[in-house]
């Protein structure tokens, strides 16, 4: 298959591609780089030594023999060039993972709400409208969010993507049906993933296009069995406030002994997956397309769920950390359970890599091995999601005050 | 109160800018002129001749003696411009009228789709993230539609946004909830109001914005009160494929002594309201303002249903005109009938102005004396759905071949 991996420099779509390249598959990333710009921008790195994206193309074709073609473009910006591009490539299949992914980064003031909101937006409905334009009949898979559901669940076990309710007809009867699971972000990160969601709903009803979204959990771990074959094919690895995710952060800090960061009591309950499940689950994904004129299909790639505070607790046994729980940031349910059906992957043949699979040592081991590029400052959360939440945030873990809270 | 008018200068934003000048109120009007450009592009003009804003608000001071002032601001590109704006003038209410609001125009080429969505979601977008921005407690009255519910009913009769939907809990019992009536969009222009609907959504949650959205029906007619004080306050009346809405073009057809184009079977049902209402309702949702924490409030801003060709065939016998059924350019049901629930303004005080009340023949008497401007190669319906459809519009209703058809 030819396929075009939208974002394939980030966290996750540089294994993806990898993955799919290493299974003989064509691939080509198109990606604007935005995101070693934040990096930039916000003077953090990643925890790992991360070549360019043309230096890692160039070891992977190098240890490999298999080419993944580089395409600087961006999808929110050059509508013309992406719709060149697919005119002139026409790609089997286009994976999306082009959008600004972090929620703490969309809450940091209102610019970077207005990025990610453009950004995010006009990317998806780029691609849609490209696709079109130029007739393509390309499967489109695209890397959505658990937080699409919000964390409180509608009833029972959150199920894949659509939600069968009872509604009271005009003739005073009671009627099935099914419908998108009612939308519930709690970022403008999150949001941008739900306005995704009715975009994909209008272009499958009224263009046909086949279109699969997949609603991940939280991603952890780092390697990969492609990353693990050359130093120079590491992937990103982010500890910091904004672009660090919770289990990753809580491995990173007990390798350099600072307190495990739970957020108000630690009572929210998350949705988990391994990098290695990630990257095989799109892959799943892929070679199971919707037909023409079917709804979007929607999977949850995730495979256990766990409560912040219990994550924390957990490694603090197994490394000696200390918990510290600080204010949050965040305006969302101190409390809250979840449960959540995954049962089409699982009967697609996924094999789920859990916590207890012994990967947690090996997230430790990689951070105790670049110990010495952490800035030790740049760990707390410092972007509030209200004006109000901003002054509780003034101080690290280890007390000392902060210099921006913004 | 004072009052900005986010899109004032159109055809529903004119009238209500004055009606609530005429009550007292302190009105801005902030406005692109986009409207106008539009127009510029399409080389169509509104039947009625109308003058530049500026012209407009100098006879509306010299008629009444109330000032309306003219604010040249891009809601979707000026962001700093907006924000510095109400930061300044704080007012206590927001009319956003400020969206490219034509299914056809959002439907007729890619550069057409990108630029609604672009437009109208950060228009929404930039306003919501200011009014957080500059903490400023207005209350915003946003323009929807009754096309974000599709027009076929999940259940009853259409409720005024809330669905009550019954869902089983993880205890096996049903539980009954409100969710938001699930989005079924029909053109990118509807699907634009649904992606508003989230936005409002997450920011009277998140921020605990005041936020009320009127989702309006076909609005017919063109004049109220106060557009009738003078010939230079006459409102903008549009009868092109585009831009002109099902009712008026009927009643301009009519006048002209061209068939009524009736698209597909007609079956289509839709919900209206007249202009004097669509005001008027305006003015009570302003005066009914939800409370702060409160989930957006909406409305249902319609006071009749009506099948397509029953319109058509009313007007017809009113006038003489034959009917011409046409093939359909939209991707829509064929047929479907439409309840739809309004006792909220009811309770409010509105008295309907229905199609029995005569006003019919008022708008064929405007379309009589303004004839001599209709460009009638500019009827036909060209913008198709998809590109199967378009070469089913190649005709116009009398047989010519079009110049263009997309």
Known sequence: MKIAVLGGDGFVGWPTSLHLSARGHEVHILDNLSRRWIDTELGVQSLTPMDSIQERTRIWHQETGRRIRFHLIDLAGDYEILKRWLAEHRPDAVIHFAEQRAAPYSMKSDRHKNY??????????????????????????????????????????????????????????????????????????????????????FYAKNDGLRITDLHQGIVWGTHTQETKLHAQLINRFDYDGDYGTVLNRFLIQAAIGYPLTVHGTGGQTRAFIHIQDSVRCIELALTNPPKRGDRVKIFNQMTETHRVRDLAELIARMTGAKVAYLPNPRKEAPENDLVVENEQF???????????????????DVAKKFAYRVDRSRIPCVSAWTKDLAPTLERDPEGKRLKSVG
Chains 1, 2 share one sequence.
């Open 116 to 201: 990610t909101v453009n950004n995010n937006v006009n990317a998806t409905h780029n691609l849609l409208n490209a696709l079109v334009e130029v007739g393509l009949d390309a499967h489109l898979v695209h890397l959505g969010t658990m937080g699409v559901y919000g964390y409180s669940s509608v009833g029972a076990a959150i199920p894949e993507g659509y939600l069968p309710v009872g509604v009271e007809t005009l003739s005073g009867e009671t009627a099935t049906q099914e419908i998108l699971y009612p939308a519930n972000p709690g970022s403008i990160y999150h949001m941008t993933k739900c306005l995704d969601q009715l975009l994909f709903q």
């Open 346 to 364: 699982l009967k697609l043949g996924l094999n789920p890599t859990t916590l207890a699979e012994g990967l947690l040592s090996e997230v430790v």
